[in-house]
């Protein structure tokens, strides 16, 4: 039996299911919760290849009827034209407000079918199955869902709360060592915003569940869904707390739009990158213990996660990333809002951050 959460949000509660293999079962796992028994997989060309018959044929075990919508893989598929490219196939499907949509794949996927399924007959039910160890510990639970413009990342978008969440940590075991780390960088930062505890764990766990121990992965997926299931039972929304799992992503949404949002730079990785640029941040305000950034870039090294845009490419324009930062979502009033930290599992959010100083933690890490 696979391990159950529960996001609690009123009447738009739902489980979060855990376990190994649940592909097998997907089928009997969402019939009770479809208004009809109709369904459209949404997928990318990648997840399909490994992981579209497991879903299929366990839909057909329990009845329900589906058609399959694939994508291209990878960040680009978030572009309005790729966007409007889907929700065409969509349409052509003839669904019906009862059609339940189903995310299978990473986070891009999980994201442009929780929008599709907001606006698709102005909102139907959608499900979301996690393929990705990133999209299992972060996108697929709390609602947010979107797709980029030109302008930044996420920016077009809706909160829409999933029925269910199926992670199956099988699907891990394809991934390759990169996406894994993408992912572990977002398990990471639960430990580094709120839980000093679950950062120590990592540091002794990490790097074994990166190489594939099933339990721990089970384990650390478990306490990543259960710490974010907590923050946005609280704040669905993000008026307030929820603002904390943004750490890192500032600064690392800004470099993803430098960069254009291709494989060039991971989700995961220009937030690992960003989580370590913030703490720098914390630590130059004086509010932050330089050793707990010590601490945090030796594990970063011990697992091979990357700490520095350096690591990405050489050159890097100043002027264009501080314009990135004023496009941010989480800009009020004008000024920008930073998560920072006064210490490992010490986030905390403020606008009070001089532009002089992000400029200048920005020219320090582009060249070091």
Known sequence: MPDNLRVELGERSYDIKVGDRLLATAGTLIAPLLKNK???IVTDETVARFYLHRLTNSLEDANIRYRCAIVKAGEPTKSLEAFGELMETLLEYKPERGTTLIALGGGVVGDITGFAASILLRGVDFIQI???LLSQVDSSVGGKTGINSKWGKNLIGSFHQPLMVLADISTLST???REL???Y???LKYGLIRDEAFFTWLEANGRSLIDGNPALRSEAILNSCSAKAEIVAADEKEHGLRALLNFGHTFGHALEAETGYGDKLLHGEAVA??????MQTSVAMGICPKADLERTLAHYQACGLPHSPKQIQDEWNINALMDHFTRDKKAKDGKLTFILARGIGQAFTTQDVD???IRDILAQACSA
């Open 181 to 183: 780390l993408a992912g």
């Open 175 to 177: 991934l390759p060592k």
């Open 185 to 187: 960088a977002e398990m």
């Open 130 to 132: 996690p393929t990705t």
């Open 355 to 357: 532009s002089g100083l």
């Open 38 to 40: 109709q369904a459209i």
């Open 273 to 278: 990158i960003g989580m370590i640029m913030a």
